[in-house]
């Protein structure tokens, strides 16, 4: 009886601690609002967007297949796995380097070093419209929270890579 009582605390000590690193994009305009990504996959970047610390979305950026360019993701958190999934926005993500859009078809002598940035131009506007919801809770768009204002707030403008979310800004130089 007593090895039943010791049996969870065992197998907590010897199990494996499950920590995943992550990186941070901080809103150019409204540095309360950040996008915490997992750095387990060079090829895309997984986690969510906070407000002050809290998470609001779950977001995603990657690279598309063939000619390619970023693309990115924001939905709604699921409460459940069987919750579904609501796309907020997506769309093509632009790589700024200093005062430049970043593409591969910039000249090598063109390219000027800079800070890197992230924009999303649909974001505002998918954003403000998913504020009207399905009609069961108050019109956002019309009833705006400090909140809502701030995270508008920065979906009109850059998001800025912590160093190692550098790797997710694809086509800087």
Request: glycine share 10%.
């Amino acid at each position: 009886m007593n090895r039943l009582l010791f049996a969870p605390l065992i197998l907590t000590l010897s199990s494996p601690v499950l920590s995943t690193e992550t990186c941070t994009f901080t809103s150019q305009y409204e540095p309360e609002v950040t996008i915490d990504v997992s750095t387990k996959y060079l090829d895309g970047a997984m986690g969510f967007m906070k407000y002050k610390g809290d998470p609001i979305f779950a977001f995603s950026t990657n690279i598309r297949n063939g000619y390619g360019g970023q693309h990115f993701t924001i939905s709604n958190i699921r409460k459940s796995p069987t919750e579904k999934v609501v796309k907020i926005v997506n769309g093509t993500t632009v790589t700024i380097v200093g005062d430049q859009a970043s593409s591969r078809g910039t000249p090598k002598n063109k390219r000027k070093e800079g800070q890197r940035k992230l924009f999303f131009p649909n974001f505002g506007t998918g954003y403000y419209y998913s504020l009207a919801g399905d009609g069961t809770k108050p019109d956002g768009r019309w009833n705006r929270t400090e909140k809502i204002n701030t995270i508008l707030n920065a979906s009109e403008g850059f998001w800025i890579p912590s160093e190692k979310c550098k790797k997710y800004v694809y086509y800087a130089w």
